[in-house]
């Protein structure tokens, strides 16, 4: 009982053995599909895209919240700021001179001098001694040169006090801005972004069912050309046997030259058609590895290739037009691009409203100004609040809004368009379905048909009551009839995949 589980053991793990000896690939169309997605480069391209699309969409979140900004400044000028005229420095910086060199002064200091001459015995009666009034009078005459040495120092220093020395000056601030109302152009914005956003993922959608059904109609062209090749290589075998039978009967002399002849063209044809169908089979292996991102030359294998019926069980259309038009992703970019472009209307709307913002930071300069002209770095806290109200534009915002408008309604009309053509698109894949499901029980009776002819057109042809030329009539009917059948059997598929397609499912509900 042992040994014979081993043994059982055994056969099942040989029955695995002969794909990775041969170095084969089991692929299935799930499998197919799945390896498609993964491998296609435009539709990574979509998923970029898609995160591009987000960045977007947070940056717009950004434009609600307040900015801060940081500026610096340094300006260098050949001469400096000068409140003060050359002219005006120069009286200012001479005041005692103007003072004690003006007449008046020089009158004054004459009577002055007189009176205290005058009041000299005065004095002397005061009892102030000669040398006190002689000392009083050395002042008296001194003070002009007082008052012009104090005036001018004084003037000197008001002079220096208005020197800006602004030829080297350091500025600096940190501004903080907060929008209010910017005419709604945020408000759209940020829609416009949530829209491109919906436009990225319909795109992707949009790539992926075409992925999908470029693999699809690759994968069934293998499978198809896989059973033109049995059914060529069954063709041949036929033809072989007959041509060895004709040959017997030539030796025997039961059968012409002629006859003999006709069999071989038959020979010829049926290789001639074996190897276009090994050719196309080749082919057709290298464009499903190219489309699932596999080499060229890689060896695969499709678990329908072996199988005696490739069609899917008969399932009649269900056709639901209003669905088709919610998930076809093309419809869904057309929508979301006719709202895009109403945003981008909104935005240029914008131009012609105010916006208001609200402004606050801190400054500082060197030179500054708060305490005089001071060369070191002071600053300032400021708040305020900025107002722009366009007046005139000469229509420049009001034309391009009508130019936005138009684009709109061009989407608008390209929409109904395209919700015509996919109506007739649904209506014509689910027509054509139903067809594919009768020409696919009429090759089913056909081939019944053809079967029971082929089987007695031999045996007649055996025991010498038929001709070889209706054998290789019945050959051909045979032949016909199960190349007929495949197509069927392949149509019905690839109809299935056109009405998921048409109806926006393709990958979603298989």
């Known amino acids: 009982m042992n040994k014979s589980l081993a043994f059982s053991f055994w056969l099942l ?62 300006m260098h000028t050949t001469e400096p700021i000068s409140l003060l005229s050359t002219d005006q420095q120069t009286t200012i910086s001479h005041l005692g001179t103007g003072l004690v060199s003006s007449p008046s002064f020089q009158a004054d200091m004459a009577m002055a001098g007189k009176v205290l001459g005058n009041a000299g015995p005065v004095l002397s009666m005061l009892g102030l001694s000669a040398e006190e009034i002689q000392a009083l009078g050395s002042k008296v005459q001194q003070l002009p ?26 500025a600096g601030s940190i501004m903080l801005t907060q929008p209010v109302f910017m005419g709604g152009s945020i408000v759209a914005l940020n829609r416009l972004a949530d829209l491109n956003e919906q436009l990225s993922a319909n795109s992707a959608d949009a790539r992926q069912q075409a992925v999908i059904y470029a693999t699809d109609k690759a994968y069934w062209q293998v499978v198809s050309l896989r059973h033109k090749q049995r059914l060529a290589q069954a ?40 190897t276009r169908v090994n050719d196309g089979l080749v082919l057709s292996r290298m464009l499903l590895c190219q489309t699932i991102g596999l080499p060229v030359n890689e060896t695969v294998t499709l678990p329908e290739e072996e199988a005696q019926n490739v069609a899917a069980v008969v399932v009649e259309p269900q056709l639901d037009v209003e669905r088709a038009m919610e998930l076809r992703p093309e419809l869904r970019q057309l929508q979301t691009m006719t709202d895009m472009s109403r945003q981008a209307t909104n935005i240029l709307k914008a131009g012609n409203l105010p916006m208001v913002a609200l402004t606050g930071g801190y400054s500082i300069s060197n030179p500054n100004v708060l305490n005089g002209f001071q060369k070191n770095f002071r600053g300032f806290w400021n708040v305020g609040l900025l107002v722009r109200v366009p007046i005139w534009n000469w229509g420049d915002v009001m034309y391009k809004v009508r130019a936005s ?27 054509q379905l139903e ?21 007695t057109a031999n045996l007649g042809f055996a025991e010498g009551v038929i001709a070889p030329t209706t054998v290789m009539e019945a050959q051909t009917a045979w032949l016909q009839a199960k190349s007929q059948q495949i197509d ?6 690839l109809s299935q995949v056109n009405l998921r397609k048409a109806m926006g499912t393709l990958g979603i509900e298989d």
């Open 435 to 455: 067809e594919a499901n009768k020409r696919l029980t009429l090759a089913q009776s056909s081939v019944t048909r053809a079967d029971e002819n082929l089987r």
């Open 145 to 170: 040169e007082t008052l012009k040495n104090g005036l001018d120092g004084f003037g000197q220093r008001i002079v220096d006090a208005f020197d800006t020395d602004t030829r080297n000056v350091w």
């Open 405 to 431: 408008k138009g684009a709109t309604t061009m989407l608008t009309l390209e929409l109904a368009e395209a919700r015509e053509k996919i109506e007739l698109q649904a209506t014509q894949t689910a027509y």
């Open 235 to 274: 063709y041949l075998d036929l033809v072989k046997k007959l041509d060895e039978n004709v040959n017997k009967m030539i030796k025997e002399g039961v059968a012409t030259r002629s006859d003999g002849l006709s069999v071989d063209v038959r020979v010829n044809e049926a290789e001639m058609a074996l």
């Open 488 to 493: 069927a059997e392949i149509d019905v598929r």
């Open 13 to 74: 793990a040989l029955g695995t053995l002969p794909v990775a000896v041969q170095g084969q690939r089991l692929l299935t169309l799930d499998s197919c599909r799945a390896m498609a997605l993964r491998n296609n480069k435009q539709l990574s391209i979509a998923r970029v895209k898609q995160d591009v699309a987000a960045n977007l969409r947070r940056s717009a979140r950004t434009k609600y919240l307040p900015h801060v900004s940081a500026v610096g400044t340094y």
